[in-house]
């Protein structure tokens, strides 16, 4: 038996038939073709499949797919302006916060509901807001820093590591909502 699951994503309608025990990052990947959004896990450790949902970052293998009725999800495939990145992106390409990239789009969603309800986080609140994202690659430095930056604020300013020092310039748009930087 399906069931037909409509919902809004990345700013169109969508809609697909789906089995009640389906997975919202299944019906994302499997029947909407948008495979941006990865699998790590299965199991909600490794946050490689968030997605933000009625502007709320989740694992996007916690919820059925029956569950988001009506939501509007954005994936990683949404945040680019045409073939302008996202700033978190940007900031992540810039600070080399990526190496195979099979954490990015997770870790790139999750940082940017990081900032909107932290607009300059220090170091360890980064970190913190991160620890549900696991990446084998990095090491997490560079993508602690792309978050810094994207927020606005010089990473390499700061000597006390719980308190990120200000930038010295103005910050960037990061997301619909609030903007970061001098004068912020
Ligand atoms: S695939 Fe969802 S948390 Fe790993
Ligand atoms: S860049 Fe490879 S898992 Fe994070």
């Known amino acids: ?49 968030v997605v933000h949902v009625d502007g709320q970052s989740v694992k996007a293998c916690t919820m059925l797919a029956v569950q988001a009725e009506g939501t509007e999800i954005t994936t990683i495939e949404g945040l680019a302006d045409g073939d302008t990145l996202h700033p978190m992106q940007e900031a992540f390409r810039e600070n080399h ?49 792309a978050v810094l930056v994207a927020s606005g604020q010089d990473p390499d300013a700061g000597t006390d590591r719980g308190h990120a020092a200000e930038a010295p310039s103005g910050g960037v748009e990061v997301a619909p909502g609030f903007s970061t930087g001098s004068g912020a």
Request: charged fraction near 20%; glycine fraction near 12%.
């Open 97 to 145: 916060g990526l190496q195979c990239g099979f954490c990015t789009p997770g870790m790139v969603m999750a940082a940017v509901s990081l900032l909107r309800e932290t607009p300059r986080p220090t170091e360890r609140e980064v970190r913190e807001g991160l620890e549900g994202n696991l990446c084998r690659c990095t090491g997490y430095h560079n993508i602690v820093r």
């Open 1 to 49: 038996m399906s069931t037909t699951v409509s919902l809004t994503v990345n700013g169109k309608s969508a809609s697909a038939d789906v089995e009640p025990r389906t997975l919202l990052v299944q019906m994302l990947r499997e029947h909407l073709g948008l495979t941006g959004t990865h699998v790590g896990c299965d199991t909600s450790q490794c946050g490689a499949c």
